[in-house]
């Protein structure tokens, strides 16, 4: 099984701030990540697909990069509905999931 | 607009089988070239895939769940549904069904619905 490790598990900020947060797969994945934001007790949204690419409708604020085996997503400015948990997928073998990022407020 | 919606027991006793549909409206489970997934979340944790069926009927399931997962379709109703026998209490959790485009990206969900496994 191809491993996701995100870090940092919980992210203090502020809004307005920006956030980095990682993904690192215990194998090459090419570019095939994608990331998902869950709002609580809601179901998880699509964010970026194939590492970099934003789903319909995703404002330019979020930005993915990397490949292989490293991955970041960036939020250059947070907005209040950012404060959420971060999922990155890889699907280069089967799926599996990061155990997720929570980014909250400090 | 795709909408995806789960239905099903919301309590299973342990050693029983779990079963649970989606009904799929504002698109055919028939259509290329999506996936339809089967996805869960234990409380306060991670996501986990279940499984999936592509829209040729082909499936496809997580290796750790062995024998105990089953996904079918019924293409009448516009409905995937996933059985999962054997259940303990390790397998409560909200169950997602989802929409799959360009791969196992997954652009459509449904709300969840929890699934408690307890005698």
């Known amino acids: 099984d191809i491993v996701l490790t995100q870090s940092p598990a919980t992210l203090s900020l502020s809004p307005g701030e920006r956030a980095t947060l990682s993904c690192r797969a215990s194998?090459?994945?090419?570019?095939?990540v994608t990331w998902y934001r869950q709002k609580p007790g809601q179901a998880p949204s699509l964010l970026i697909y194939d590492a970099t690419n934003r789903a319909t409708g995703i404002p330019a604020r979020f930005s993915g990069s990397g490949s292989g085996t490293d991955f970041t997503l960036t939020i250059s400015s947070l907005e209040p509905e950012d404060f959420a948990v971060y999922y990155c997928q890889q699907r280069s073998h089967w799926l599996t999931f990061g155990g997720g990022t929570k980014v909250e407020i400090k | 607009q795709l909408q995806l919606q789960e239905s099903g027991p919301g309590l299973v006793k342990p050693s029983e089988t779990l079963s649970l549909t989606c009904t799929v409206s504002g698109g055919s489970i028939s259509s290329y070239p999506y996936y339809w997934v089967w996805i869960r979340q234990p409380p306060g944790k991670g996501l986990e895939w279940i499984g999936s069926?592509?829209?040729?009927?082909?499936?496809f399931y997580n290796p750790s769940l062995g024998s105990r997962v089953t996904i079918s379709a019924d293409t009448s109703k516009n409905q995937f549904s996933v059985k999962l026998s054997s259940v303990t209490a390790a397998d409560t959790a909200v169950y997602y069904c989802?929409?799959?485009?360009?791969?196992?990206?997954?652009?459509?969900w449904g709300q969840g619905t929890l699934v408690t496994v307890s005698s």
């Open positions: 989802a929409r799959g485009a360009g791969g196992y990206n997954l652009d459509n």
């Open positions: 069926m592509f829209h040729s009927g082909s499936t």
């Open positions: 194998q090459s994945v090419g570019n095939l």
